[in-house]
């Protein structure tokens, strides 16, 4: 079946904009998370769903940031007034959230988000 | 918090050779899951293997396997037979058994194979 899948694949900003990153999980999964991943590091959580709930939110790094999963599936990572900073590559992942170790993430290809 | 480290910026090896790559992690807890995830240049992140701290036998996939030490937090992974394949970077990953299902990454190896 199909994959996690995003898009848009790269965005360019210019300083200032918004963006929204939008992920389509696998179908039937009810776990949503999304990462930053800065060039040449490893992933960095920023938020997680449980359907249409976000259970953490811990990881986002300012008030800019805002993550919505409104019916459990599709979601949409907004970022407000973009800095240099926010370049990245936005990850989503999705699982189907059972107990345990079996509770393995998929990943999408990600976003390329590059701020001006 | 939970920390993951890998020391090896980037490791190379031969074509059919083995490889370990490195990772070491920091945490209070005594349940836990360990993961090895491979990035090839395209992007999406793939599972290799993974570890339940509970369990002391060495997790193995194929040509994978792990040598997991609890007692030092260590979590090393072992290419076998390594192919062109391969190549990519690999990242260590951590889950907490309590709280939330997030991973933690380590900063990851690039593992290049030479033909």
């Known amino acids: 079946g199909a994959g996690v899948s995003q898009s848009p694949r790269y965005k360019v900003a210019k300083r200032g904009q918004d963006v929204a990153l939008r992920c389509d999980p696998i179908?039937?999964?009810?776990?949503l998370f999304w990462y930053q991943q800065a060039l040449g590091q490893g992933p960095e959580f920023l938020t997680y769903?449980?359907?249409?709930?976000?259970?953490?939110k811990s990881g986002l790094p300012s008030d800019r940031f805002f993550a919505e999963r409104p019916e459990g599936s599709v979601s949409t990572l907004k970022i407000q007034r973009t800095q240099q900073e926010d370049s990245a590559v936005y990850l989503c992942?999705?699982?189907?959230?059972?107990?345990?170790?079996?509770?393995?993430?998929?990943f999408g290809p990600g976003t390329r988000l590059t701020v001006l | 918090a939970q920390t993951v480290t890998q020391s090896q910026p980037e490791m190379s090896v031969q074509e059919a050779e083995t490889v370990t790559l490195s990772c070491t992690y920091d945490?209070?807890?005594?349940?836990?899951?360990l993961f090895w995830y491979k990035q090839p240049p395209s992007r999406q992140m793939i599972l290799v293997i993974r570890?339940?701290?509970?369990?002391?036998q060495n997790a193995t996939e194929n040509r994978f396997s792990v040598n997991f030490q609890k007692a030092a937090k260590s979590f090393s992974l072992k290419i076998s037979d390594s192919q062109l394949g391969d190549a990519a970077m690999y990242f260590c990953?951590?889950?907490?058994?309590?709280?939330?299902?997030?991973?933690?990454f380590g900063a990851g190896t690039i593992l290049r194979v030479k033909s």
């Open positions: 992942a999705s699982s189907l959230s059972l107990a345990g170790i079996t509770d393995t993430q998929y």
């Open positions: 945490t209070s807890e005594s349940d836990y899951y």
């Open positions: 179908s039937g999964h009810v776990s």
């Open positions: 990953a951590y889950r907490s058994a309590y709280y939330g299902n997030k991973l933690v």
């Open positions: 769903f449980q359907n249409e709930a976000q259970l953490d």
């Open positions: 570890q339940e701290a509970y369990k002391q």
